[in-house]
Every structure is written in structure tokens, then in C-alpha cells.
């Protein structure tokens, strides 16, 4: 009987530590984003497909459609920098299909957003917060019709207004290694990270660039 019963628990445990219900996989989406929640000026700018987020076996997350090319004006990067992006430069447009959080654990309400690149200040109320500089931060389409970047002022209000508080929404960029998964987990700090990418264009010369980014989880408090 005891035996009966250590076995039904460990089976019991084991189910509940391995439910799909608690794990995201990406897939490959084969649909151009949303046109009508996206500027004409915006959507040519996109890949014609992005990648879809989900939870457990069918419950939609979030789809992410990058540009099809960023501009850069180096390939090079700064010593505490992962991407030679410009501030408020546009990376691509991300549709959450119910209510998430962001990096600070802000809500984020259902609908399109842009993503555009940020770093985070180097200043003191930013000490510990990230172990990267590197950041997108997301407006709502119907805010941000335009492919220019955004100057800093701009970029961080309309940001706010899309988390609803004093603080810009944001999405953490992490380091791309050379190999990586669609879609993987940091289980340490339970960070689900999407891995797509796009071309880098320099003058006429162009690179496939990798990205990274937390989709599901929070800085660490």
C-alpha cells in the first residue's frame, strides 16, 4: 500500500513538473503582420512572415514580425553593447494576443505594437537592473505610423502611454550566440528568449544579424 502510494505521488509530481501548460514553443508564421493596425508607411518595411509564440499546446502568446533590413552605421559594437543599432531606430512590430507583462513586469494590454531599439542609461537608478544594455521598447501602432527613428523624448513618452505608468514598456534584448534554438529557456531566472533574425546593412554591404529577446519573463527584482 505504501509503495502503491509513493508511486501515484512521484507519477502525480512528475506530471505536474513536466505540463506543457508551463512551457512556450516558436513556430514559423507564414502571414504578413496585421495591415490594418499598421501604418502604410511601416508595414513594406516588414518581413512578409514572423514568429509565433505559445504557451502549452495552443494558447497564442504573441506574434513578432522584425524589418526586413535595418540600417546600421558600423558593425561594430560598444564595449557594453550587443547590437549596433541607433536609438529609436525601428526593429519590428510584435501582436500580443491577450494580456502580458514586460521586463518590469508592467501589464501590457492586448494589440500591436512597434518595437523599437533603446539602451538603458547608465546611471544610478539603473544599477543591477539588467545584465544587458541593450532594449526594445514598444508603442502602440496607432501612435507610431512612421519608419524613422524616434528621438529619445518621443520614444520614452509614447512608451510609457503604452504600459499605462511613468516608465517605458519594454522587451530585454539579449546577447545572440553563433547557434541557438527558436526559442529557449533560462530556467535560472525563467526567461523565455525568441532568436530570429534579419539583415544588417552598412552601405552596400549587408550581414545576417541575429536577435534575442526575453518574450516571457522579468528582470530580476
Known amino acids: 500500500m505504501i509503495r502503491t502510494t509513493l508511486l501515484a505521488g512521484a507519477v502525480l509530481l512528475l ?59 558600423s558593425f561594430k559594437l560598444g564595449n557594453d553593447l550587443n547590437y549596433p543599432f541607433t536609438p529609436g531606430q525601428l526593429i519590428g512590430v510584435v501582436r500580443f494576443h491577450r494580456k502580458g507583462r514586460d521586463f518590469r513586469a508592467q501589464d ?12 538603458q542609461p547608465v546611471d544610478g537608478a539603473h544599477v543591477g537592473t539588467s545584465p544587458t544594455r541593450d532594449f526594445v521598447l514598444m508603442i502602440q501602432t496607432s501612435r507610431d505610423k512612421s519608419g524613422a527613428p524616434l528621438q529619445f523624448e518621443k520614444l520614452t513618452q509614447d512608451s510609457a502611454e503604452a504600459a499605462g505608468t511613468n516608465h ?15 526559442i529557449r529557456n533560462n530556467s535560472e531566472l ?22 534575442e529577446l526575453v518574450v516571457v519573463g522579468h528582470a530580476p527584482e
Request: hydrophobic share 40%; net charge positive.
Open 15 to 73: 506530471t505536474v513538473s513536466s505540463s506543457p501548460a508551463a512551457k512556450h514553443r516558436a513556430e514559423v508564421l507564414a502571414e504578413a503582420a496585421p495591415a490594418d493596425a499598421i501604418s502604410k508607411e511601416i508595414a513594406p518595411l516588414l518581413q512578409p512572415t514572423g514568429i509565433r509564440v505559445i504557451r502549452g499546446t495552443s494558447r497564442k502568446i504573441c506574434d513578432i514580425w522584425l524589418c526586413k533590413q535595418w540600417k546600421v552605421k
Open 108 to 119: 501590457i494590454a492586448k494589440g500591436v505594437y512597434t518595437l523599437r531599439y533603446a539602451q
Open 168 to 182: 517605458p514598456c519594454i522587451l530585454s534584448l539579449q546577447k545572440a550566440g553563433e547557434k541557438a534554438p527558436l
Open 190 to 211: 525563467d526567461w523565455w528568449i525568441v532568436r530570429t533574425q534579419s539583415d544588417a546593412l552598412q552601405g552596400k554591404e549587408a550581414k545576417k544579424l541575429p536577435l
